[in-house]
Each structure stands twice: as structure tokens, then as C-alpha cells.
């Protein structure tokens, strides 16, 4: 097998990473790193699979001679952005790094600089690929060399080979020149021959091979349209023809390839870099170094050598140290006997901030088997307790009540600190086995999220990584992935001991940093006060669970079923013949094939389809009776899927209940989410979709009691735009809705129209989200000039909303992030040009500025209602308890002798969760079930 030879195209495939990854990706200090990512992304996936034995990258360096032939040359294209024209450059110290040679020459284009490597590779004997975001250099490609680019995805990729061009052009790979001579290229503004396109010119050169054959034969051309066009585009077809061929001969470029032969490198100066630019999922994909004395430049304590150490006086001693072989430390402690459980809980119970953390059978707290607990209390001073293991070493194990009787006393009392990543799951497991954690908690991942709510890496092992500089080893080298994946309690005690005690240990190094990052940045009031106390009230909700009413949802699927059916036979019959429905191509096909519905401003799916998603079908409602089954029909198939065959198989077996999973991490704007159920997400808009609550019931003896925020959103835009007519009519008790439409429409109150109220409604709402006037217009029946005529009016009678919107734009352009009434930031860089964006990106970012002060601070509201809330309860001996939270709704279960103090609690604690210039108002209701419900 020859050698290979990989060359890269350094700024095509930036550039496709540029427009193919999100502008928002940037490092903490303000870096734009889409490029680069891509980039390296790339470039590790070509050395993994290509496994090449020589790499060089070419760069463009500036104007060409082409552009000295034809000054319009890429005349079109905008100029180089400039948080591109950065990342180019971070890419070049990267490929530096990495030891692989770059190649540029005046004059010339990165394409002609690779296409003569790639022509001298030919001549060496090796077998050539060359990567690259287009399709320029495909006419490049010979037996021995091979393109490689990336397709409609910049992660897929396409292989050009003579053959393969064959199939897609019909045409040998040098005739791509002559092609694009006579079609011309839009992107690089070459102009071609106008008049002539791409079918007509394949068809001319599958006749007379080249650009100078054809002009030798134009009398032959018996098209009169195609021969005038030729003879009067001649200058314009060889003009072109000079712009798009690839010099192969670039003067001073010469292949080395010893110089390019793919090095050994310095991994932990990748590593360092990497780690600068938060590229944590990189790291793991460099491929291995063998240099001398090349181990990670950051700290790794995610694969120590040696035996690992016993706690205390337990632990064996080391060896003394030879010139041979110096001995190693003992990274961490396994307890696995009673001298040693001693030991510990006596050196807890001196710390002053504890770190803990449980290895478990499953990522489900309220089913999982707790495995082993891990602890630390200094810097480097972790052990592990394992107490389910049934792998090697688990003989040793103390028995579990043994060590939950030890802990139990240190643990649930407040003198130390308590910390643990993600403390959520952990309270829950510990709190099955009887342990409740005492405050004062600090979580890790909540702080980092307050910190950066736009992060993507809260997991330990980024944080470790990006704030420690420490590689963790991943969870999937214990467990395994896929198929073979395994559960923790199979794996070796020791191999779980290094890895549970890291995690301890680096939580523990974790906060001091983060302590001073949430005071820097004013948000330790939120996190001590709110966030913290609100874990474990999160906890015991979820530990409460809920019952539901599993036979209601079963006749409820049986009676779906029937409906579905019957309204499945009634679109085959409109359509005339039967298909599957559930297919969108085929639905495209019925829809606009079939039935002939128009297609004007639809776009196309990378399947060549029409689109048939739920907007575009609701753009056709009155054009077909089959449009509206359609939509009933999916409608119909989502509630089955997603709720009612979906919730009774989420049924706890040993609780019979439903244990939602709240995320305190969820959304930027810091509002509560849940999964397993996703109980956000219940439709309540329609009858059908309401009636789904009513599986959530009440057990015998007590009662659901709803207690939900009226209008809290506008209640706080009033508070925050301090507009005195809205405040005015928030004091007064009016309908809101109302009072607006009348003062917008200049008519009394009892003369608005419900219509009225509605718009009224929806440009009340939608304030707080930026609407526009095109927004307006797509949600009302209005037009354009009328949606913009009453956002005018709407403004005018509400200046100070005015006011608090322009305001607040300037805020966030002006210092990059935006706050809540209780501090909680959220940053759009993007508005302060850190990041790369157009006009809708811009106005995405403007209307979530907007809305975060709002919709954040009532999730700050609701939250300090609940940790008061559950405070109260306690104190007051009640049986009530908070089961579920639905954006700004708290669901209690309620025995039924505590209705009415329930109700009057509760009521009371949310109306007092914060003073609001429109005072918070909440209505509560009680009954049966989450549907069937009656005002209390």
C-alpha cells in the first residue's frame, strides 16, 4: 500500500465552519471559537480516519493574479468578518502547534498552492487527499488524488473520485474547468458565458470534450440561441476559463514530504490550548503522543498508578524510593473497614466544607441501588465507601447500614458546608437510605449555571477541565456505551474508588472559585437565598411524586385510537388513495403532487420535498378539507405518543406513582424544567389536551389544590417600566386585557368587543418577547400597516413600556447582559459585537433581552414562594406538599381537612413572594384531579 498524503485547505474549511456552527459559540472571555472548532473538528476526524502518513494545510494570503486579470474577481463577496479574520489566524498557531506545515505563496490561491502539492504528490508515488469546505478543486482529482468535502451538514462529508465525478457531472474531472468557463461561478463572480447552463454546457462538452473544441466547431451548434450566445460570449468563456483553472505549477512550491510527514507533537500544549478555548470534547479525540516526557501539561488524576490506599493508618505502606523506580503517592482512600469508617467520620467532622457524591446502578434516583458514597474535605483528600459493589473487591465491602448509621450524624449536621455537583440527584439517593443533607449546600453545577446560564459544559468533567486544568476520566471507560454498556456496581471497587473520589475532590477545588465568581458578579444573594434552599424543596417534590388515574388513560387511548382511525380513513378517501401519513415525504407528495396545492414561498428539505411542517400546513387551511384532518390527525398522534400511552409507563412500581425530574438548570432565564414527564409541555389550549390533566389525581382523602400567578408577567412588566397607566389599572382591579383594548380603541370599557380584548391580549403578552409588528401580524388576523398602527397606539398609551423596552436594549448592548429584580444575568453577546449575528440573530437577541428581566424575575418569584412556601409547611405541622410546578403554577396534594388553611397558606405566601408596584395576585382552585377543579 502506497503512503498517503492529506492536504488541508485551511480557509474554505473555516469558513464553512464559520456559517455552519452557531455565532454564539465563544469562550467565557468573549472569543469567537466557531471556526476554530470546526476547523480542528474536522481535522481530527480526517487524522482518525484517514490515518495519513504526511499532512500539510494551505492558506489564502491576499489578492491573486486573478484579480490583477479581472479586478471583479470575488467581487461579490462580502469582506472577511472580522471575528473570522481572528479565528484564521488562532487557527494557524493551532496547526503550528500541532506540527503540521503550512504552505501559502503571494499571488496565488490556497487551491493553487494544494492542487500543485497534490500534482507533485502524483509524481512521488503517493496516494493524495485534499479536504475542502467546496468543490473549486474537484477538477483536481486524478487515480491518485481524491477530494474530500464537507456535504449539506459541515459534518458530512463526500468523496470525489474520476469516478464519482463521473456519476455527478457525467464529465472527466479537468472538464469542470471548460464547465465552469462556459456556466460561470456566482460565488467568485467569474461571469462565463451568459445564456448558457449547466445542462446545456454538459451536453456541449459530452459532444466536443473542451472550451476550445466547441469554439472550433460553433458552426456545427445548430441551436441558434446557444451559437449567438457562444460567439458573443468567446472573451467572456476563456476570460473565465483562466480565472477557474488551478495552477499546478505554483512557482517555489515544493513537496517535502519528509517535512511533512505527520510528527510527534506536544499533547499538553494542545491541551493547554484546547483548554483556553474550552474545546473540552476535543481533547479526548487527540490522538496519542509518544514524545518523551510528553505527559498532559494539565494535572490528571483520572488514571493513577499503583494500589490505592486504605484510609488512614489502613493504608499500605509505599515501597522506599529507588533511582529505579521512585514511589508513587497514594492518590485517595478506600474505606472498607470499621477502624477506617471511624477514622473518617472523625476527620469530617473537623471540616469545615464536606464534598460528597454517590455512584448508583442508574441515572434515576428514585429507582437506582446506591453503590458506593464518596467524600472530600481538603484539596486532594477524598475516599470512597463502597457498599454495592458485586464486582472484584467487593468482598471487602463494610454493609451499607453500617456505613449510613456513620454518616448520618455528620451529614445532616450544619457545622460544615455541604457540596456536591448536581446535589439534586445526590439529596435524593442519600434521602432514600434516611440521610437528609443539612444546609448551608453548596451546589457546583447550579453556581456555574448562575455564572454562565448560556453554557453548554455544566458536567464535572468540563468544569474540572476548563476551571482546573484537570482531564477526568469519563463515566463510558467504567461502564462501557451502547449495547455493552454496564451498570456501576459490576465495575471493580478500586477502579470506582479513583474514579468517585476524583469527583469529590475536584467539586471540593471547584468552589472557591466559584464562590468568588458569584460574588464578583453580585450573585451569591441569589444563590445562598434562592437557588439553594430551593434543592431540597425540589427534592422532596419529586420524592412526593403524583398519582395517576392509569385505567382514565387507557379508555382515553382506546378512544383516541377509534378517532385517529376513523379520521385516517377519512384522508385516504379525500386523497383517493392510501399512504403513510406519518411519512412527510409523502405527505408532500399527496399534498402538492396529488392534490396540486400551491407551493409558492415554500422551501424545499435537504429530501428535495416540500415542507409539510404544522406552519406551513396552517398557511393552507380553506385550501383542502384534507388540510385540517391532517392537522387533527397529528394532533391526535402526539397526545397518544407523548401522554397518554407514554405517562402510565413512567408509573413508579414500588410508589405507583409519577416522579417528574426537576431541572433547576434548564433554561437561561432560570425557569424550573421537567422531563420524565415533560409536565411543561401538557397542551392546555385545547379541550382535548386539557383533559389529559385530569389522569393527575388525588388520593383517597385528599385533594389537588392549583394555586397559579394571574398575569405575573405583566404585573412585573408594569413594576419594571414603572408605566403609571398599567400600574393604574393593575390597582384598580380591572381586566387588563380589557382596559388596554379600550384605551387603544378610545371606546368605553363595556363596549370592547371580545375580538378587541384578544388582540388586546396578545400585544400585552407579547410585549415582553419584542413583538413586531410582522409578529403581531402572523399570531392576529391583522395586516402589516394595522398590526404597526396598533403598536404604535399600544406605545403611546403605555409609554413607559416603550421606554422600558428601548432601555433595555441599550442595557444589553451597552454591557453585554441584562439582570432580573433579583440580579439573575444573562448575557447576549452577540449585541456587543462578540459574537457574529445578522439583522434576525440581532432581533432574536434584543427580543430575549426584553423578556429575561420579565420572565426571569417571575421565575425568581415563584421560586422564593416555594422554598418560603415549603418552609411553612413544616412549621405548621401540615400534611400538604408541593407534587408539581408548571411555569407559574404550584400543584399541592392536600388532605382534605386542610383545604381551607392549605388554600389561605398558600395564597398568602405567593402573594407575598415579592413586592411588585402591581401587587402579585394568585387564584387558586381545588378538586379531584388537575382538570376538574373549583375556586377556593
Known amino acids: 500500500m502506497c503512503a498517503k498524503l492529506v492536504l488541508i485547505d485551511g480557509h474554505s474549511l473555516a469558513f464553512r465552519a464559520y456559517h455552519a456552527l452557531p455565532p454564539e459559540m465563544q469562550t467565557r472571555d468573549g472569543e469567537p471559537t466557531n471556526a476554530t472548532f470546526g476547523f480542528f473538528s474536522m481535522l481530527l476526524n480526517v487524522l482518525r480516519d484517514e490515518k495519513p502518513d504526511f499532512v500539510a494545510v494551505a492558506f489564502d494570503v491576499g489578492k491573486t493574479f486573478r484579480h490583477a486579470e479581472f479586478a471583479e474577481y470575488k467581487g461579490t463577496r462580502d469582506r472577511m468578518p472580522d471575528d473570522l479574520r481572528l479565528q484564521v489566524k488562532r487557527i494557524q498557531s493551532l496547526v503550528e502547534a500541532f506540527n503540521i506545515p503550512i504552505f501559502t505563496r503571494e499571488g496565488f490561491e490556497a487551491d493553487d498552492v494544494l492542487g500543485t502539492l497534490a500534482h507533485q504528490g502524483d509524481g512521488k508515488g503517493v496516494q493524495t487527499v ?59 463572480n467569474v461571469p462565463g458565458v451568459r445564456g448558457v447552463g449547466e445542462k446545456g454546457a454538459t451536453d456541449l462538452l459530452l459532444t466536443y470534450s473542451s472550451l476550445e473544441n466547441i469554439y472550433d466547431h460553433l458552426d456545427e451548434i445548430t441551436a441558434k440561441r446557444t451559437r449567438t450566445a457562444l460567439e458573443e460570449g468567446r472573451d467572456s468563456a476563456f476570460l473565465s476559463k483562466r480565472l477557474v483553472t488551478i495552477i499546478t505549477d505554483v512557482p517555489g512550491v515544493a513537496l517535502d514530504l519528509e517535512a511533512c510527514r505527520l510528527k510527534d507533537y506536544d499533547r499538553g500544549v494542545m491541551v493547554e490550548l484546547f483548554r483556553e478555548l474550552e474545546f473540552r470534547t476535543l481533547v479526548d479525540r487527540l490522538p496519542d503522543s509518544n514524545r518523551p516526557g510528553n505527559e498532559l501539561a494539565s494535572e490528571t488524576v483520572a488514571t493513577p498508578t499503583g494500589q490505592l490506599a486504605l484510609f488512614a493508618d489502613m493504608a499500605p505502606q509505599p515501597a522506599a524510593p529507588t533511582d529505579e523506580a521512585p514511589a508513587e503517592p497514594m492518590p485517595y482512600g478506600l474505606v472498607v473497614s470499621e477502624e477506617g469508617l471511624a477514622r473518617l467520620v472523625e476527620t469530617l467532622q473537623q471540616a469545615s466544607l464536606i464534598a460528597f457524591d454517590t455512584e448508583t446502578t442508574a441515572t434515576d434516583a428514585q429507582q437506582a441501588n446506591l453503590v458506593g458514597i464518596s467524600l472530600a474535605w481538603e484539596e486532594g483528600q477524598s475516599a470512597y465507601i463502597p457498599v454495592g459493589h458485586r464486582a472484584e473487591g467487593a468482598e471487602q465491602q463494610l454493609p451499607l447500614e453500617q456505613v449510613i448509621a456513620a454518616l448520618k450524624p455528620v451529614l445532616e449536621d450544619g457545622a460544615a458546608e455541604k ?302 417600566s414603572g408605566d403609571e397607566a398599567m400600574l393604574a389599572a393593575f390597582r384598580a382591579g380591572a381586566d387588563i386585557h380589557r382596559a ?197
Not at 473549486?136 to 474530500?148: F, G, N, R, S, Y
Not at 415582553?768 to 394595522?786: H, I, K, P, Q, W
Not at 411553612?872 to 410546578?885: F, G, H
Open 130 to 188: 485534499i479536504v475542502t469546505g467546496d468543490r473549486d478543486i474537484v477538477q483536481c482529482v486524478t487515480d491518485q488524488t481524491t477530494v474530500l468535502t464537507s456535504g449539506r451538514k459541515f459534518s458530512d462529508t463526500i468523496y470525489y473520485t474520476p469516478e464519482s465525478v463521473k456519476e455527478r457531472y457525467k464529465l472527466a474531472p479537468k472538464q469542470l474547468i471548460d464547465l465552469k468557463a462556459l456556466i460561470g461561478d456566482k460565488s467568485d
Open 419 to 720: 457540596t456536591a455537583h448536581n446535589a439534586e440527584y445526590d439529596l435524593t439517593m442519600l434521602g432514600r437510605y434516611g440521610i437528609r443533607i443539612a444546609p448551608p449546600l453548596f451546589d457546583t453545577m447550579i453556581a456555574e449555571f448562575l455564572i454562565d446560564p448560556g453554557s453548554r459544559g455544566l458536567g464535572l468533567k468540563n468544569l474540572a477541565w476548563q476551571r482546573l486544568g484537570v482531564e477526568m476520566t469519563p463515566i463510558s471507560e467504567l461502564i462501557g456505551t451502547g449495547k455493552k454498556q454496564t451498570t456501576m456496581d459490576l465495575v471493580p471497587v478500586e477502579d470506582a474508588a479513583r474514579y468517585a473520589a476524583a469527583d469529590t475532590d475536584m467539586t471540593w477545588r471547584l468552589v472557591p472559585q466559584l464562590r468568588r465568581d458569584l460574588e464578583e458578579r453580585a450573585l451569591t444573594g441569589l444563590f445562598r437565598d434562592v437557588e439553594m434552599p430551593l434543592v431540597p424543596v425540589l427534592v422532596d417534590m419529586q420524592a412526593a411524586g403524583i398519582v395517576l388515574d392509569v385505567p382514565y388513560l387507557a379508555q382515553m387511548s382506546s378512544d383516541l385510537r377509534a378517532r385517529l382511525d376513523a379520521i385516517e380513513d377519512e384522508i385516504y378517501v379525500l386523497v383517493g388513495y392510501r399512504f403513510n401519513i406519518n411519512s412527510t415525504q409523502q405527505m408532500s407528495d399527496v399534498l402538492f403532487g396529488t392534490l396540486g396545492l400551491p407551493t409558492d414561498g415554500l422551501k424545499k428539505t435537504q429530501s428535495g420535498h416540500y415542507s409539510t411542517a404544522a406552519g406551513v400546513l396552517e398557511t393552507l387551511k380553506g385550501r383542502h378539507p384534507v388540510i385540517d384532518l391532517i392537522l387533527d390527525q397529528r394532533q391526535l398522534t402526539k397526545l397518544l405518543n407523548t401522554y397518554v400511552d407514554a405517562l402510565p409507563q413512567m408509573v413508579n412500581p414500588a410508589t405507583g406513582r409519577v416522579h417528574t425530574s426537576f431541572n433547576q438548570a434548564g433554561s437561561e432565564t432560570g425557569r424550573i424544567s421537567s422531563n420524565n414527564p415533560n409536565l411543561q409541555n401538557i397542551p392546555i389550549r385545547s379541550e382535548l389536551g386539557r383533559e389529559i390533566r385530569r389522569a393527575f389525581v388525588a388520593p383517597a382523602g385528599s385533594k389537588l389544590l392549583a394555586a397559579d400567578y394571574s398575569q405575573v408577567e405583566l404585573r412585573i412588566l408594569a413594576h419594571v
Open 740 to 936: 388596554t383594548a379600550a384605551k387603544i380603541y378610545g371606546v368605553p370599557l363595556e363596549a370592547v368587543t371580545d375580538d378587541q380584548r384578544a388582540i388586546a391580549k396578545m400585544v400585552n403578552f407579547a410585549t415582553s418577547y419584542g413583538v413586531s409588528a410582522f409578529g403581531l401580524s402572523s399570531r392576529t388576523e391583522l395586516s402589516r400597516s394595522d398590526a404597526q398602527a396598533f403598536l404604535e397606539a399600544y406605545f403611546a398609551t403605555y409609554p413607559g413600556i416603550r421606554r422600558y423596552v428601548d432601555e433595555t436594549i441599550a442595557t444589553a448592548r451597552q454591557q453585554g447582559y441584562v439582570e432580573t429584580l433579583l440580579g439573575r444575568r444573562r448575557y447576549f453577546p452577540i449585541l456587543t459585537g462578540g459574537g457574529r449575528g445578522g439583522r434576525n440573530e440581532q432581533m432574536g437577541a434584543e427580543r430575549a433581552a426584553i423578556n429575561h428581566p420579565i420572565q426571569g424575575s417571575a421565575a425568581d418569584i415563584i421560586k422564593i414562594a416555594m422554598v418560603r412556601l415549603h418552609s411553612a409547611l413544616r412549621e405548621r405541622n401540615l400534611k400538604s406538599r408541593m407534587v408539581l410546578q408548571v411555569h407559574d403554577e404550584l400543584v399541592l396534594e392536600v388532605p382534605d381537612s386542610e383545604v381551607i388553611e392549605a388554600a389561605a397558606l398558600v395564597r398568602s405566601v405567593m402573594e407575598g413572594a415579592y413586592h411588585l408596584d402591581a401587587a402579585l395576585k394568585v387564584d387558586a382552585e381545588v378538586g379531584p384531579n388537575w382538570y376538574e377543579m373549583e375556586k377556593v
